[in-house]
């Protein structure tokens, strides 16, 4: 079993930045492939970026170049970096743990990001 609780959303221009983190409790963090998604209200979860458990990275082509994912497996955390913040970006941001072969699916509960104009 492993709980996410995300931090760090909040009001930011555009522009600016912020940083999202995913805390994880529970064994074996390092096992897991990690990602970030979001949700603007009225639209679909949308998946942003993508940690596996060997440290590669993938990103959606809206974010590529001003997101940077990154996992601390010491401190069972996942960052997420996020540059140059466009208002289309305001959404609940969501981290999800994934065992790959396994059931295993785990999410957080979310925190918001608005960037105003």
């Known amino acids: 079993q492993v709980q996410l609780v995300e931090s760090g959303g909040g009001l930011v221009q555009a522009g600016g930045s912020l940083r999202l983190s995913c805390a994880a409790s529970?064994?074996?963090?390092?096992?897991?492939?990690m990602t970030w998604y979001r949700q603007a209200p009225g639209n679909q979860r949308e998946w942003v970026a993508t940690?596996?458990?060997?440290?590669?990275?993938n990103y959606a082509d809206s974010v590529k170049g001003r997101f940077t994912i990154s996992r601390d497996n010491a401190k069972n955390t996942l960052y997420l970096q996020m540059n140059s913040l466009k208002p289309e970006d305001t959404a609940v941001y969501y981290c999800?743990?994934?065992?790959?072969?396994?059931?295993?699916?785990?999410w957080g509960q979310g925190t918001q990001v608005t960037v105003s104009s």
């Open positions: 999800q743990a994934l065992l790959f072969g396994s059931s295993q699916n785990y």
């Open positions: 940690i596996d458990n060997g440290g590669r990275t």
């Open positions: 529970g064994r074996s963090f390092s096992r897991y492939d």
